[in-house]
């Protein structure tokens, strides 16, 4: 069946499960790359807790390394980890919201399709 022989109604939904196939995919990339993200300053947590209090520890800040303290950059890791598993959370409820709408969508162009023709 050709989508010009569709309904208007049916073919709203289909255009809307498109758009939000398109805005789910978005989600995913972005929640992948703040995964990374977080996963480097885990390791870079780890990297620092073996090293002394007293040990030298440097930060790239464009392409420069300036030396600082350990707990400044603990510090920093640690604000910016709690960032991002907030914004992380926040794509997986968009993610799930996105996904059961889909569902809603798709149950409703199966309805209409099961249904014999008039």
């Known amino acids: 069946m050709s989508t010009a022989k569709l309904p ?15 805005t789910y995919a978005s989600i995913v990339s972005q929640k992948q790359q703040l995964q990374m993200t977080l996963l480097e300053i885990k390791n870079a947590l780890d990297a620092l807790s073996k090293v002394s209090d007293e040990g030298e520890v440097y930060k790239l800040i ?16 640690e604000e910016n980890k709690e960032i991002l598993e907030a914004r992380i959370k ?7 919201r996105i996904i059961e709408e889909l569902n809603k969508l798709r149950a409703e162009v199966s309805k209409y399709l099961s249904q014999p023709p008039s």
């Open 90 to 96: 926040t794509l997986e409820l968009q993610e799930k």
């Open 8 to 22: 208007p109604k049916v073919q709203q939904y289909l255009k809307q499960m498109d758009d939000l196939q398109k």
């Open 62 to 77: 464009g392409s420069i390394f300036f030396k600082t303290s350990k707990k400044n950059v603990v510090e920093e890791l």
